[in-house]
């Protein structure tokens, strides 16, 4: 984060995570000029707005850590935040055995460079087409969409991403969407229980599987929008695992994902209150025509 003695850190955490949060206040406060702690009622779902004193908080800060049991990434109050300077990290869902191993203690600087150039790759790509052989026939198109790089150095005002960190992903067009999905790692925190999502003009318009039931009541708890076809993102981290934890799960290098809801907060139009994401194995991955990712494996790695 490149925290300076000139600068305020704030920790925004909740209940369940605030162990985690007490450690990143310790660790904040032997460099930073001030450290806040704030602890607020677990939000119901990810992409749910945290209070306006939060918010308000998050904007006066110079850094904002944020490790909660439902995710700050895609809402309004994080990009606000940014819009006024601060760096962010949002660590959603994050456990102490995270913190301890896997994509946490991965080389950054590595998994920078080859997220930036997958993140290339995507914005000069009309299109994307995702195939596995699970099932998944899947056409989205990005033209005039910028990628966002989730590289784990957030050093400049206004940078945000996850911590761990490690994936490229951009909002396809709204209505562009076609195909189904199947995803076959993790989604709603369940692993390797595959959840079948047909889409169509850019929505998911049915949804099978054995956590079907669970993932259509948090999108319908959000209003008709959460069925946007929000995001497509490829994992970059070499030392990320497929742990069942949705924020680790999606930076495993060898898959991609996609989002339903909320693509607000990075380029797309819908504010749906609601961002929930799920994890392909082994994907062929082609953009514009150009195979970058064959049976799982990246094709950029140089």
């Given at each position: 984060m490149g925290v300076k003695p000139s600068e305020t850190v704030l920790v925004v955490t909740d209940g369940l995570r605030v162990k985690i949060a007490e450690a990143l206040t310790e660790a904040a406060g032997e460099v930073a000029g001030e450290t806040l702690l704030m602890v607020m009622r677990?939000?119901?779902?990810?992409?749910?707005e945290p209070p306006k004193v939060v918010e308000r908080a998050m904007c006066a800060a110079d850094v904002v850590l944020a490790p909660t049991t439902h995710s700050l990434t895609h809402t309004q109050?994080?990009?606000?935040?940014?819009?006024?300077?601060?760096?962010?990290?949002?660590?959603?869902?994050?456990?102490?055995?995270?913190?301890?191993?896997?994509?946490m203690l991965a080389n950054y600087k590595k998994v920078r460079t080859l997220?930036?150039?997958?993140?290339?790759m995507l914005n000069a790509a009309p299109s994307v087409k995702v195939e596995t052989r699970a099932g998944t026939r899947l056409r989205l198109d990005i033209s005039g969409r910028k990628a966002h790089p989730d590289t784990g150095i957030y050093l400049n005002p206004g940078d945000f991403g996850n911590l761990p960190a490690g994936e490229a992903f951009i909002a396809p067009?709204?209505?562009?969407?076609?195909?189904?999905?199947?995803?076959?790692?993790?989604?709603?925190?369940?692993?390797?229980?595959?959840?079948?999502?047909?889409v169509l003009r850019g929505r998911a318009l049915r949804i099978t599987g054995k956590p079907a039931r669970k993932l259509r009541s948090m999108l319908d708890g959000a209003g008709p929008k959460a069925y946007n076809?929000?995001?497509?993102?490829?994992?970059?981290?070499?030392?990320?695992r497929l742990i069942g934890n949705v924020l680790e799960d999606e930076k495993v290098l060898g898959t991609c994902h996609i989002a339903l809801g909320d693509n607000?907060?990075?380029?797309?139009?819908?504010?749906?209150?609601?961002h929930l994401d799920g994890i392909m194995l082994r994907p062929t991955v082609k953009l514009d025509g150009k195979t970058i990712m064959r049976d799982g494996k990246l094709m950029l790695q140089t």
């Open positions: 677990e939000r119901r779902r990810h992409g749910e109050a994080r990009m606000r935040a940014c819009e006024a300077g601060a760096r962010v990290a949002t660590m959603p869902m994050i456990t102490e055995s995270m913190m301890r191993r896997g994509a997220t930036l150039k997958v993140a290339r067009v709204e209505g562009s969407g076609e195909g189904v999905a199947i995803v076959d790692g993790s989604m709603v925190d369940v692993l390797r229980a595959p959840v079948k999502i047909e076809l929000a995001e497509f993102g490829i994992g970059t981290n070499y030392a990320a607000s907060t990075f380029g797309g139009r819908v504010k749906a209150g609601i």
